[in-house]
Every structure is written in structure tokens, then in C-alpha cells.
């Protein structure tokens, strides 16, 4: 089955303490339509300007996502520019252009609403409620979010998740959100909110995941070289649903979800080894199954002889 993907689409300008990138694809719905891709056809929603390179639209059919629901308005791309410290952890926005972004309303091709699996990847609550309005009964929504909608739009926020299945947030927006210094009691508090489940990030400490009589632990996946984490959220959550969406008759349960959480750590872990999603274009399947295994075998702790 198909993943409806929607967010922003940006060029970035990433710079780290050894190198600088400038705009670079970047933005929550190409790197989480990117992750999806590699488990099933993507429907991507977004808007980019009349400077967007034509080859990237050329790169996404190439990976199975569809991009007719991208409108090309008249102005500039979206840009955001960030800069991250020796930890390649700590990271500072520089600046956000919105250009086209500002004025963007998601609208969704006829052939795009009846989609069973969507992902709301990072934009304001109030546009992600839109993209539900005009979907006749998805049958499984992921959404993500970002600290500054917590702060700024808490109000459209709280009235998104409970028409969330799978809500996806990083450990400091969690208890940002409860005002609770305990993660367990923020993901469980976080559900009483609305989505049926919870997955929270942990950057490279990995994720927890809780559902209504189900809890799960993982770690991430350990690498040596890391050179822009940039997306690796957006990243994570493209794999997660993707997998979702890919695997099986679109039932989706416990099980399911501790496999499609590690299957995101691996995208992740992927993207952040180059610039962009410069790692990602040259993925191949293979190459995810194999992080999976390697995955498995790190998580066991009463090892086989
Ligand atoms: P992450 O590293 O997961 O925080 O995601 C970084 C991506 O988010 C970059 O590619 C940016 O272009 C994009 N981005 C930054 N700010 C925003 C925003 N306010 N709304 C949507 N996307 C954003």
C-alpha cells in the first residue's frame, strides 16, 4: 500500500565544524518520503519555487514517489540554514526563509485521498489537520512535530492528536509537552492525549514506543562516522511508516510497530552519514536488510552459541 506523504521541501544550507553544504535538498517531507520509499510508492504534497533544480523532481520518480502533488508557485523555495557544534548534536537554526512556504496550502490530488497510510511529516498542526479534511478515512496516520508548534500552536496541536495513530516526538519536546521530567510518564501522559500510540526519539540513545498495553525499548544503531544529522527525524519516520505501510495487509500491531521503529532507526542511521540525502540516493535495499540483521544481533543479550 501506498504512503501519503506531506511537509516542507527546502534547500538547505548545513554547516558542521568541518565542512558546509548550501541548498541542499532538504525538508521534513523529502527526507520522510525518501525513507518511505524504500518500502513502498510514496504521494508526495508540498510546494517548491521556480528555483527548485527540475532534477530532483526527475530523482524522486526514480524512487517511486510520486510528485504530482507538489505545486510549483512563483518565488523562491523554502530555505533553512543550521549550524552544529563539535558534538554534530547541538545545532543552531541560522536562518528560515519561508518564500513559497508562507503562503502554502496543502492540496491534495483527487488520486491522493483515499490513500490508507499517511505521515504528516514536520509542518504547523493547523496544515496537518487540513491534509485529514480531505481524506476520505485513512486507515493509519503518523504525524511529527516540532518544539516551536508546541510552543506556538499548542491550541491546533491538541486538537491534531486525537485523530493520530502513531504520534512521533523527540525526548525534550515529550516533556515539553507534559511539563514531566520522566520520559515513561511523558509518552504515557502524551497518549492520553489522543494517538493510539507514541514513539519517542532519543537521538543516538534510541526510541521508546507505547501503545495502550504495550511497551518498547530499543537503542540506536551505533556509528563511528556521522557527518550531518540533518532530517534524521524525518528520516526515522519515513521508515517507520513506509514499512508500516508496505508490509503485510495494512493491519497494524505491536509487533508491526517494534519492527518498523528499528527499520527506522536503520534509514536513519543511513542519512546521517553524508550531506543531504546523499547517502540515501545511492541506498539499496540490501544494504538496509543487512543494518537490520547487524540490528538484531546487537539487541540480543542472552547470546547464541
Ligand atoms: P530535523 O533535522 O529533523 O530537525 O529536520 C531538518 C529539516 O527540517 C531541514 O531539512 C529543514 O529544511 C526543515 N525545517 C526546518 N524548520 C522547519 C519548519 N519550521 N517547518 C518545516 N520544516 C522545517
Redesign the pocket.
Known sequence: MSVLVV??I?L?TVKTPVEEHTDQL???A??AALGASFFTPVQLVGVVGDDFPESEFDFWKSHQIDASGVQRAEGKT?R?S?EYAWDLNT?E?KS?ALNV?ENFEPALPANFRETAFVLLA???PSLQSHVLDQMKRPHFVVADT?D?WIETTRKDLDALLPRIDLLILNDSEARQMTNNTSLIRAGREIRRMGPKYVAVKKGEHGALLFGPDDFFSCGAYPLEDIHD??????TFAGGVAGYLAGKGDGEVDFRQLRRALIYGSVLASFNVEAFSMDRMRSLTNDEIEERYEMFKLMSQFEVLE
Do not use: K
Open positions: 511537509g516542507s527546502a538547505d532538504g525538508g521534513s523529502s527526507y523554502f533553512w543550521g545545532r537554526t528560515v512556504f514536520n509542518i504547523a516540532m516551536l544529522p540533518t532530517g534524521a527525524g524525518d
